[in-house]
């Protein structure tokens, strides 16, 4: 049997860190290289720079964004802020929807 290979983001790692941190570290990595949609130009070709900083390869727009992806829950509230939202509004409603199952479990009370 030819031997395996060792393919992956992890390799390098090794068996290092453990299987738990492994499978952590793989998601994160995989979500960090995929290519993402520019906000500006809609193609698929944001890469990231550096830690929270990302750039468009077609039209060279760069943005601020999460460490490990583009957009952030803080940046929906940013955009919804500059809509003309206060942050606070912006705020209350991101809680609002991300406790959208809680209250309705709440409600039968
Ligand atoms: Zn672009």
Do not use: D
């Not at 990595?29 to 720079?49: A, D, N, S, W």
């Not at 509004?89 to 209250?103: H, I, K, R």
């Amino acid at each position: 049997m030819p031997k395996t290979k060792k393919v992956g983001p992890t390799r390098g790692l090794g068996p290092r860190y453990g299987s738990t941190v492994r499978k952590r570290y793989i998601k994160v990595i995989t979500e960090l290289k995929k290519p993402h949609r520019c906000p500006q130009c809609g193609f698929v070709r944001v890469r990231r720079v550096s830690v929270g900083i990302w750039k468009c390869g077609k039209c060279e727009f760069t943005f601020a964004g999460g460490a490990y992806t583009p957009s952030t829950k803080l940046g929906v509230v940013a955009r919804r802020a500059a809509k003309g939202q206060t942050f606070e509004e912006a705020n209350q409603t991101v809680q609002a929807e991300s406790s959208e199952v809680e209250s309705a479990t709440e409600e039968t009370e």
